[in-house]
């Protein structure tokens, strides 16, 4: 897998040439045509002479552009300069234990690169190594960049919108480092918690607005951010019956064994369609398997508001108000109220009962129709909620949300990373008007993909039989999270990476060619999903075949070359050198687009010890293949 470098080559083409021309072995070139470039030269001559060169490279007029970001912001520019005497082999900036590549693209010393904005709030000291031909390198760490928070632009750890209440009662979310709780007996607001989140490390409590800052000082607090209102997003209209359609309608398959739970504002327990698994009132095969009331505490299931009703019969549904996957089972969690709303201390409290039931009621799905009243700026704390649960194994359909048709108007927890984004559409495959739209703040493609989420009908609380109509991307998620129940049947070992793989590739693509922000990658087709996840191309994700260094021990400063070969979709792949007090992670390229990765790393600023060399893959639905390799530095 090893590769010989370019400057083999060319210093090969240059003795072949000398060798060529005569037994003399002189070239004398009058009145050239067109001189060769100096940087060709230098790099000649650096081939066959790199042992005679002691100098190590200059940096110089080294920048950055921006200074300041916050999370979200374009994409940051590092600048250097760098000259040597004879060739510059590789120059690379660390930020945030990420290596970036420098290219001089003009060859002309000036090298530049990108890191990405998605880095933690603080200060990011910049460090630009440039190492030559003969392995001297330089080292530059002038440079810092800070990013701010974006709802906390000032750095205080308060939210910015929370400054201007000071004589107000407050409902806060305060983050908090990992195993800090702020019930503690030497904290003065202890008696003002309310509730504690593993799922995110902090607490909610209500707090006056002069009290703010005190709270923030407190040692291993985080930051303090506003208790966000989050509504349902489905209003009463009329129609459309999801087992009805072609796309959906499957004979095989009915999410037997599979549970979903659905975030709502409850259940009615006595709707014929969600009462029991089979309709058959002779067995006892209750299709709810847990209820839990977080806003009146009540034991048994109820819904005073409609909406999850509504929603839950379109997963699972039975007899004339069918959903998608009638033969799954529920858990139902009332997280909000009877006028359709609650808070995000509430959600988070909900996640995080199910986090703690997800084993004993076998949790496999989630369905949320739940978001924020404003677009989402992609820092919302329910966004990184959300991708803990993919991240615990349980798949998570969330509605866009009913903003549209603007850009950049998908609510939180829509423009979470590993959630699955439903946007709307009518019967006829044109969107909705109000379904939210992508990108989200970072330019990532969202909602993922569409489902039909006008007029659509479903059961009506408080009815033996009865039904009823909505709009609105509410109605999407329950379909798709239905629809995931029915992988999960027929593939019991489809992660939730596996799943939303699966089913965006088998998206009937409506829209423009392609992925695309109003209709993702295009309309739930389960029929075709079904298929697709019989073939390793359709569900399997990237998978790194084989792992190769160019050397597996090394005194520090022998730089090492690192190849991966690499199967299935990869968006980006790197590498993750951990050991000691360090972690570094390195891009991998595939320069001639062969499936063979290749990464360097210079080895030189790090402490001899044992290393864990970790190749990562990724694609862009979540999915993750890794190998690693031992490695001994001197």
Not at 192 to 203: C, D, H, I, Q, Y
Not at 310 to 326: E, K, Q, W
Not at 354 to 379: P, T
Request: glycine share 10%; charged share 25%.
């Amino acid at each position: 897998m090893s590769r010989k470098s370019p400057l083999f080559f060319l210093a090969l083409l240059a003795v072949a040439g000398i060798a060529f021309s005569g037994a003399a072995i002189s070239i004398s070139i009058k009145e050239p045509q067109e001189p060769s470039p100096r940087w060709f030269l230098q790099r000649i001559d650096a081939a066959l002479n790199s042992g005679d060169d002691l100098e190590p490279p200059v940096i110089f007029n080294a920048h950055v552009s921006p200074m300041i970001i916050k999370r979200g912001d374009p994409k940051v520019r590092i600048i250097a300069w760098v000259k040597d005497d004879v060739s510059v082999d590789t120059v690379y900036a660390e930020v945030a234990g990420r290596q970036t590549p420098l290219i001089d693209l003009s060859r002309d010393g000036r090298y530049e690169g990108q890191c990405s904005s998605n880095l933690p709030p603080g200060y990011h000291r910049i460090t630009i190594v440039a190492v030559d031909r003969a392995g001297n390198a330089a080292v530059s760490d002038d440079l810092v960049l800070r990013v701010l928070d974006p709802l906390d632009l000032n750095g205080n750890r308060i939210e910015d919108s929370l400054e201007e209440m000071e004589d107000e009662d407050l409902r806060v979310i305060v983050l908090t480092e990992e195993n800090v709780s702020l019930k503690r007996d030497d904290i003065p607001f202890r008696d003002k918690v309310e509730g504690e989140f593993a799922v995110l490390p902090g607490t909610s409590m209500v707090v006056r607005g002069s009290e703010l800052e005190a709270l923030a000082n407190i040692e291993g607090v985080k930051g303090v951010y506003r208790d966000q209102k989050l509504a349902i997003l489905g209003d009463v209209s009329e129609g459309y019956r999801p087992r009805d359609d072609p796309r959906l309608a499957v004979d095989d398959y009915t999410g037997r064994g599979v549970t979903v739970a659905v975030l709502d504002t409850g259940i009615d327990p006595n709707h014929r369609s969600i009462d029991d698994l089979d309709d058959d009132i002779t067995t006892a095969d209750p299709k709810i398997k847990a209820f839990k009331d977080f806003v009146n505490g009540r034991e048994e299931a109820y819904d005073d508001h409609g909406h999850g009703t509504f929603c839950a019969s379109l997963i699972a549904g039975t007899g004339d108000a069918a959903g998608v996957a009638p033969g799954s089972s529920l858990v139902v969690v009332k997280v909000m109220d009877s006028y359709g709303a609650c808070y995000l201390s509430d959600a988070l409290k909900a996640l995080d009962w199910i986090l703690e039931n997800q084993k004993d009621l076998g949790i496999d799905v989630i369905s949320f129709s739940v978001g924020g009243e404003e677009a989402s700026d992609g820092s919302t704390l329910l966004d990184a909620a959300c991708d803990r649960m993919v991240e615990a194994g349980i798949a998570v359909a969330v509605a866009a949300g009913n903003l549209g048709p603007s850009t950049r108007s998908i609510v939180t927890p829509g423009t979470a990373e590993r959630v699955i984004t439903v946007g709307a559409v009518d019967p006829s495959g044109n969107v909705f008007e109000r379904s939210s739209r992508g990108p989200t703040p970072d330019d990532r493609i969202k909602p993922d993909l569409v489902a039909v989420g006008v007029d659509v009908a479903s059961a009506r609380s408080g009815t033996l039989r009865g039904e009823t109509t909505m709009s609105g991307t509410s109605m999407g998620a329950p379909q798709v999270a239905g629809a995931a129940a029915i992988l999960k049947e027929k593939q019991p070992d489809l992660d939730p990476a596996g799943i939303k793989r699966v089913l965006l590739k088998s998206a009937d693509d409506i829209g423009p060619s392609g992925p695309d922000n109003t209709f993702g990658y295009g309309l739930l087709n389960l029929n075709f999903a079904l298929e697709l996840v019989d073939l390793p191309e359709g569900r399997a994700g990237p998978e790194v075949t084989d792992l190769v260094l160019s050397r597996y021990a090394a005194k520090a400063g022998d730089p090492v070359m690192i190849h991966a070969g690499i199967s299935g979709d990869a968006a980006y792949v790197e590498v993750n050198v951990g050991g000691g007090d360090s972690e570094i992670r390195i891009p991998m390229n595939d320069f001639d687009r062969n499936g063979v990765y290749t990464g360097r790393w210079e080895t030189r600023f790090l402490a001899p010890g044992d290393y864990s060399i970790v190749v990562e893959a990724k694609d862009q639905f979540g999915g993750v293949g890794t190998a690693s390799v031992p490695f001994v530095l001197a």
